[in-house]
């Protein structure tokens, strides 16, 4: 079990008594106005609403110039599955990884890495902001979700994308990360399936081979190790039913930022 995210009020605590000084290697403090706003405020609810109110879910997150990336780039919370599954993909440098996609859609597919280098991708500079207090700006990579989308098509009922990923959380092996965003957000031109990091093959540390990144939500929505992709359009029977591994301990689903 990773214990790394304690809980919101240890994680509330924490951050408010470290929000003056915190200063991580590999991270760059976050300023209250950056992030605070999104994460605190009162109910699910009312976050989400706020979140739609200040910014419209059409807008592009920031980008950075290359100059911009941070010297060192954490790892946060698994750093290598605990799978033989995906020990053995790793040891082939992936080469017989498939990316799954299912569920409701009209093209149900397997994708290699290969299939997804040759879909449209989109490269940024962003920068990812971690409820540890973690900030840091790295370049990246992928294939846009947008295009993989229009590849498997969805049917008309479908209303979420959900990411289920290579690390087990429990001792078990039963429940693995997950997480989801609604249709808006995968459909979002920065939204990508990244395969490179700072202008090198992603790494093991940082979710390889393809990790969401789904800029403007916070870290924990970026699902690492992207196993499956299922269009849903309820997050019922799914693990928790709260539509991800965090969201099922209490954070809320959408971690607009
Ligand atoms: N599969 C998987 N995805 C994950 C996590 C994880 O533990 N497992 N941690 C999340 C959290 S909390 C953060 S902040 C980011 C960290 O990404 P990084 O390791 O590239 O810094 O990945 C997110 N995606
Ligand atoms: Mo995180």
Not at 111 to 129: C, E, I, K
Not at 216 to 226: E, F, I, S
Request: with cysteine; proline share 5%; hydrophobic share 40%.
């Amino acid at each position: 079990m990773n214990r790394r995210h304690d809980g919101r009020r240890r994680f509330l605590a924490r951050t408010i008594g470290a929000a003056g000084t915190l200063f991580l290697a590999g991270c760059e403090r976050l300023s209250n106005s950056d992030w605070f706003p999104a994460v605190l405020s009162a109910g699910e609810k009312a976050s989400a609403a706020a979140a739609h109110a200040v910014t419209s879910r059409k807008s592009m997150a920031q980008e950075f110039t290359d100059a911009d990336r941070s010297p060192t780039f954490r790892s946060n919370g698994t750093a290598e599955p605990d799978s033989d599954a995906y020990r053995m993909l790793a040891a082939k440098g992936f080469a017989d990884y498939r990316l799954e996609v299912g569920g409701l859609v009209a093209q149900p597919g397997n994708f290699s890495l290969t299939d997804l280098g040759a879909l449209p991708s989109r490269t940024q500079v962003t920068r990812h902001d971690c409820v540890e207090g973690c900030s840091a700006i790295a370049k990246w990579k992928g294939a846009r979700l947008a295009a993989l989308l229009e590849v498997v098509r969805p049917k008309p009922e479908a209303r979420f994308v959900v990411f289920h990923c290579a690390d087990p959380m429990e001792d078990d092996g039963t429940s693995p990360y997950y997480e989801s965003i609604d249709l808006e957000d995968a459909l979002h031109p920065q939204t990508i399936l990244a395969y490179e990091m700072n202008d090198a093959v992603l790494p093991i540390a940082n979710g390889a081979p393809i990790r969401l990144r789904v800029e403007r939500q916070l870290g924990y929505k970026h699902a690492k190790y992207v196993m499956r992709i299922e269009l849903v359009d309820s997050f019922a029977g799914i693990a928790g039913g709260k539509g991800g591994y965090w969201e099922d301990q209490g954070y809320q689903w959408f971690a607009g930022i």
